[in-house]
């Protein structure tokens, strides 16, 4: 059974800090990797997706994939207030389906 | 992307009853899902709907409990039946519009059973 893990948080950054979201995966063939954003009573949206070890830019967010550690990590800098918000990593599963984390909680503090 | 709808946005049912979700989507799509998310938790995969044969369920979901239709690429339905109050929950219909692409999600459907 594939994992997918995260903190649950809540992190908590100041406005204008870098927030660092984390996310490992137990099985080492996953190929293709998702970042969505959830606010409290929406569904969630997809803002990155990442195949390539390395880093992957889009604005102030960046997804940073290694596939040898099993990690993939999403990076926010210069932090808003209204990146406050649930954010969920998926993997795809041989193309089945995908598997999420349970989330974290990022909190971003005016 | 894609821009789907849902039907209905939210419910209020009695113990017993059924209630049938529809899942609108504005362009074909390569695959289809069905998820349950209770407040605060993350998503659960009920089932991936398939375009003309039955749906592919997880573990712990069943078609009797949740049948499921997809007739077409576009569209799909999700039936909760004999419905309890622990059934109550946000259900999310979700597709993927190209290979190795990312899912996106309809705007959900609050249930209440009493």
């Known amino acids: 059974q594939k994992e997918v893990e995260q903190n649950s948080g809540p992190l908590s950054v100041p406005e204008g800090a870098i927030a660092s979201l984390n996310c490992t995966y137990s099985?080492?063939?996953?190929?293709?990797f998702f970042w969505y954003r959830q606010y409290s009573g929406k569904s969630p949206e997809l803002i990155m997706f990442?195949?390539?070890?390395g880093d992957k830019e889009d604005g102030r967010f960046t997804a940073q994939l290694n596939k040898a550690s099993q990690y993939v990590s999403l990076l926010i800098r210069d932090s808003q207030p209204s990146d406050s918000a649930t954010y969920l990593c998926?993997?795809?599963?041989?193309?089945?389906?995908?598997?999420f984390g349970p989330g974290t909680r990022l909190s971003v503090l005016p | 992307s894609a821009v789907i709808s849902q039907k209905p946005s939210r419910d209020i049912c009695q113990r017993g009853t059924s209630l049938t979700i529809q899942c609108q989507v504005d362009s074909q799509v390569t695959m289809m899902f069905w998820y349950r998310q209770q407040p605060g938790q993350s998503l659960t995969l009920i089932a991936t709907?398939?375009?003309?044969?039955?749906?592919?369920?997880e573990s712990g979901f069943v078609i009797d409990k949740f049948p499921i239709s997809r007739p077409n690429l576009t569209f799909s339905t999700l039936t909760v039946s004999n419905m309890s109050p622990e059934d109550s929950s946000i259900y999310l219909c979700?597709?993927?519009?190209?290979?190795?692409?990312?899912?996106?999600f309809g705007p959900g459907t609050r249930l209440l059973v009493l």
């Open positions: 998926a993997v795809d599963n041989y193309g089945q389906n995908f598997v």
């Open positions: 979700s597709v993927v519009t190209s290979p190795s692409g990312g899912q996106y």
């Open positions: 709907a398939n375009q003309g044969s039955e749906a592919t369920y």
């Open positions: 990442i195949y390539s070890n």
């Open positions: 099985d080492r063939g996953s190929q293709s």
